[in-house]
């Protein structure tokens, strides 16, 4: 394998399979999911979640590509015809110039303004590094947001301590969120799309199992620009946080619901 030796910043996603032949290989994330293609699958049940309701203290950091938020292990997700229980590791955002078309996966070519993605590792390993070395050790749950007239008052602080990071490897610690609080009502959650992708950055290692929920989640424009006012290393405005849907070469995109 090439090493990365320069960061996804300096050379685009499309020179990426420069820096790791994987990011050419054919069951690339993200994808845009055709919905009259996808197959009904019943074994795609609701999650069953754990600690996501508890409230938690998080780190969070400018990283130079996109804002992270770190969330206690002791959380999990299984069902969902997920192969095992799956640990919450870290979740983080794409997306694109002040409030316009940010997501990385696509319904029907449509992209929304921004997704948000909470990863997440089987629970035996210890490490993301670890995980990814094994198919389907890695399980990312997206989730899309939508421009809503009104600002969501659930995510006021998260948007708050965006101001603490606009400069690279800045980091501010953020008590008292909750990943439910994020999410959509557990009821929103039953219908979403299944299949096998890979990371969406560098080094796009494949075996990752994708979740991708239909119901977004409502921020207000104001809300979505202020995730603009990070920057990049160089100093310039952290826009276009998104890799462009990759070929899905005809593999399947499973559905939940009835
Ligand atoms: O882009 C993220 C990357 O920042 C890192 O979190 C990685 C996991 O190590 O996951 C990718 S993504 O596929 O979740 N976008
Ligand atoms: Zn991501």
Same mark, same amino acid.
């Given at each position: 394998q090439t090493q990365v030796t320069c960061d996804s910043q300096c050379k685009g996603p499309d020179s990426w399979h420069e820096l &790791?032949? !994987? =990011?050419?290989? &054919?069951?690339? @994330?993200p994808i845009n999911i055709v919905t009259r293609k996808t197959i009904l699958d019943h074994k795609l049940t609701p999650f069953i979640f754990s600690g996501y309701q508890e409230a938690f203290s998080s780190t969070m950091k &400018? %990283?130079?590509h996109t804002v992270t938020a770190t969330v206690p292990q002791s959380f999990t997700v299984r069902g969902g015809n997920l192969e095992s229980t799956y640990k919450a590791v870290q979740f983080h955002f794409h997306w694109g110039v002040n409030g316009s078309a940010g997501s990385e996966h696509t319904i029907d070519g449509e992209q929304y303004p921004m997704e948000m993605h909470i990863v997440h590792m089987k629970?035996?390993? !210890? @490490?993301l590094k670890n995980a990814l070395m094994?198919?389907?050790?890695v399980a990312v749950l997206g989730f899309f947001y939508e421009k809503s007239n009104s600002a969501n008052s659930k995510y006021g602080k998260l948007i708050e301590a965006l101001t603490k990071l606009e400069s690279t490897d800045a980091t501010t610690m953020l008590s008292g969120l909750s990943l439910s609080n994020l999410l959509p009502s557990e009821e929103n959650m039953t219908n979403y799309y299944r299949y096998e992708g890979s990371? $969406? $950055?560098? %080094? =796009?290692?494949?075996g990752v199992v994708w979740t991708v929920f239909e119901h977004p989640i409502p921020l207000s424009n104001e809300q979505l620009v202020a995730f603009t006012s990070l920057k990049f290393k160089d100093g310039k405005?952290?826009?276009?946080t998104f890799r462009p849907v990759q070929p899905n070469h005809g593999y399947p995109v499973y559905r939940s619901g009835c």
């Open positions: &790791n032949g !994987d =990011c050419k290989k &054919n069951r690339q @994330s &400018n %990283n130079g629970e035996e390993f !210890d @490490s094994v198919k389907h050790g990371l $969406t $950055t560098p %080094n =796009c290692t494949e405005p952290m826009i276009k």
